[in-house]
C-alpha cells in the first residue's frame, strides 16, 4: 500500500465528502482538509493491510487508526502533491507541522522513524452516534476558576495563526483576566451543571469612543488575541459613559461537540447581557465583530450581519448590527 494508491482504495467523491464535513473547524481551509483526509485515509488503509492477509476492497468509511502509525515526510509529499504537482519533502512536513497546530494529529520522532496519529473529530463522530446532550447554564465569567479552561478553549481558534502555538493559551489567559478586572459584565460563560467546566464563552466588550474609528478600518488592527503584540488596540469604556455607542464582541466561541445543542441558549443569555450592559451604557446601539473564519459565516448571516470592511492582506472582516435588531430576534423561532 503507497501513497500513489490512495485514490484507487478512497474515492475522490468519498474525499469530498469529508473535507466538506471538516470544513467549519476553524483555521483549517480547504487546502490543509484535503491533505489532512488523504493523509488520514492513508494511515488508516496501511495499518489495515498490515494487520489483515486479506485482499484490501476500497472503502467507504475511515475508521481511525490505532495508536500511531508510520510516515515519512517523502510518503506525505507523495499524498499531499499528487498528479506530478510534487511539493518538497521540507513543504511535506511543514503542511504536517500544521495539521499538528490544529489538533488534528499527533507526530512524534524518535531519531529515526516519524509516526503519526489521527485525533478522533467530533464533527464526524457527530455524524455518525449524535453527540450526548448534557445539562448547560449560562453564567457570569468567574476570573478565579475559569481563565484557564477558557483560555485553553479559545487557543484552539488561535493556534493555528501563531508559530508560537504554545504561547497562546498564557498570552489569553492574561488578557482575559485584565478585561474581567475592568469590566467583568461582558463576560459569560456556558457551563457544564455536572462539572462546572466551561464550554462556550464570550465577551461584550464596551469600546470607548476613541476606539470606534478602528471598526472602519483595516480588519487586522482589530485583531489581539491572535496577535502578537501585547498592546490592545482597543481602550474600554468606563461604565457611566454615555459616549459609548458601540460594542465589539471580542470573542465568541462554543466546543465544537457541543455546539448545536447550545448555540440557542448563548444567543439568549448574550441579549440578555446586552439588555444588562444598557443599564451601564445606556446610549449602545452599534454591535461589531471580526469573522476570521469562513465557520462563522453562515451564524453571521442568519443573524443579519452585513459585512463593513475586508483587507486585502488578510481573510478577516468587519461585520456589523444594531443591537436592536439584535435584540428583536426571536432565537427559538429562528432556530425552529
Not at 486479506?54 to 495508536?67: D, F, I, K, S, Y
Not at 495539521?99 to 455518525?128: H, M, S
Request: glycine share 6%; proline share 6%; net charge negative.
Amino acid at each position: 500500500m503507497g501513497p500513489e494508491q490512495i485514490d484507487e482504495w478512497f474515492a475522490h467523491d468519498r474525499q469530498r465528502e469529508y473535507i466538506s464535513l471538516l470544513m467549519g473547524r476553524v483555521g483549517l481551509t480547504r487546502r490543509r482538509a484535503e491533505c489532512f483526509v488523504r493523509l488520514w485515509a492513508y494511515l488508516w488503509l496501511k495499518q489495515t493491510v498490515q494487520r489483515n492477509t486479506a485482499t484490501l476492497q476500497p472503502v467507504q468509511n475511515l475508521g481511525v487508526p490505532e495508536g500511531e502509525v508510520s510516515c515519512t515526510c517523502r510518503e506525505a509529499a507523495l499524498l499531499f502533491y499528487p498528479d506530478g504537482d510534487r511539493g518538497s519533502d521540507r513543504s511535506a512536513g511543514m503542511m504536517l507541522d500544521k495539521l499538528a497546530a490544529l489538533g488534528l494529529v499527533r507526530k512524534t520522532f524518535d531519531g529515526n522513524t516519524l509516526a503519526i496519529a489521527i485525533n478522533p473529530l467530533p464533527e464526524l463522530q457527530d455524524q455518525a452516534e449524535g453527540v450526548e446532550e448534557i445539562e448547560v447554564t449560562a453564567d457570569g465569567f468567574n476570573p478565579r476558576c475559569d481563565v484557564i479552561p477558557v483560555a485553553n478553549l479559545l487557543a484552539q481558534n488561535y493556534n493555528w495563526m501563531n508559530r508560537n502555538a504554545e504561547l497562546v493559551p498564557y498570552r489569553i489567559s492574561r488578557i482575559l483576566r485584565q478585561w474581567a478586572d475592568q469590566y467583568a459584565t461582558g463576560m459569560r460563560v456556558l457551563r457544564r451543571c455536572d462539572n462546572l467546566n466551561p464550554i462556550g464563552f464570550y465577551v461584550f466588550y464596551p469600546t470607548s469612543p476613541a476606539s470606534e474609528m478602528i471598526f472602519f478600518g483595516p480588519p487586522s488592527n482589530g485583531l489581539h488575541l491572535s496577535a502578537v503584540s501585547d498592546t490592545d488596540p482597543f481602550a474600554m469604556a468606563e461604565a457611566g459613559d454615555r459616549d459609548c455607542r458601540a460594542i465589539f464582541i471580542r470573542s465568541w466561541v462554543i466546543d465544537s461537540p457541543y455546539r448545536q445543542q447550545t448555540l440557542p441558549l448563548m444567543l439568549k443569555d448574550a441579549q440578555q447581557t446586552l439588555k444588562v450592559m444598557q443599564q451601564d451604557f445606556p446610549n449602545i446601539c452599534d454591535l461589531h465583530t471580526l469573522i476570521i473564519h469562513p465557520g462563522y459565516e453562515a451564524l453571521i448571516q442568519q443573524l443579519g450581519f452585513q459585512k463593513t470592511g475586508t483587507d486585502s492582506t488578510s481573510s478577516v472582516y468587519w461585520v456589523y448590527l444594531a443591537i436592536d435588531r439584535f435584540l428583536a430576534i426571536e432565537i427559538d423561532a429562528l432556530f425552529s
